[in-house]
């Protein structure tokens, strides 16, 4: 069963304007939220995270916002700019050990 | 600080043969993950060491696969016999419970291991 889920495979957004990335999950056990870029051959790179007794978090030009009910987080790019190009991975953790689920992942492609 | 490193990048190897991965993480992390990531997917948990002890494996982790840590410091995965269906990148991560937020997961490159 897939508990975290990024159901836009692919996004794709001109320079300059907002990107929005959307992450839902199902484990009510899940109290901690991360994002990560991967570019081709390299691992995936911390961007930004968010504790759940947050419902937003803001670090330079990306934002995540945390909607507990409703079980979804966002990422927020502004301004998106072409190197932002990346596959952006959302991913949970509360369990034990802190292990991370993550879902499948969302293209981004900021055209100039 | 030089970031988690693993070694080889790329492992081409024929179904049968057995493998072997390093990963060193970030020196002052006293924990360590490994993941599998398939074409399309996310990656998916292994197991995780805190210090030189496994706490954790999950199901994906056949008994053909083993991973150990030592002195609590690099680890190696070992894939025995390896299968078609073992192509992925794997990728260890690092992480230091005696640092908020504990649950910040560092990634190093992956290994990409194919198997003909």
């Known amino acids: 069963d897939q508990q975290v889920k990024q159901n836009s495979p692919s996004l794709s957004v001109q320079e300059g304007r907002i990107s929005i990335l959307n992450c839902d999950y199902t484990n009510s056990m899940f109290d901690y939220f991360l994002w990560y870029k991967k570019y081709p051959a390299e691992g995936p790179t911390f961007l930004i995270s968010i504790s759940s007794i947050k419902d937003k978090n803001e670090d330079g030009r990306f934002t995540v916002f945390l909607n507990k009910s409703a079980k979804h987080l966002s990422l927020h790019i502004v301004p998106s700019q072409p190197g932002d190009s990346a596959v952006y991975f959302c991913?949970?953790?509360?369990?034990?050990?802190?292990?991370?689920?993550f879902g499948a992942g969302t293209i981004l492609r900021v055209k100039s | 600080d030089t970031g988690v490193s693993q070694d080889p990048r790329h492992k081409i190897t024929k179904r049968g043969q057995n493998v072997t991965f390093r990963c060193d993480p970030i020196s002052e992390h006293n924990r360590l993950y490994w993941y599998r990531q398939t074409l399309g997917q996310g990656p998916e948990f292994l197991t995780y060491?805190?210090?030189?002890?496994?706490?954790?494996k999950s199901r994906l982790l056949s008994d053909r696969f083993s991973a150990e840590r030592p002195k609590g410091s690099f680890s190696t995965l070992e894939i025995q016999r390896t299968e078609q269906g073992d192509s992925a990148m794997y990728l260890c991560?690092?992480?230091?419970?005696?640092?908020?937020?504990?649950?910040?997961?560092?990634f190093g490159p992956g290994t990409r291991l194919t198997v003909t």
């Open positions: 060491f805190q210090n030189e002890a496994q706490l954790e």
């Open positions: 991913a949970a953790s509360g369990e034990y050990g802190n292990k991370l689920v």
């Open positions: 991560a690092s992480s230091s419970t005696g640092t908020q937020p504990s649950y910040e997961q560092y």
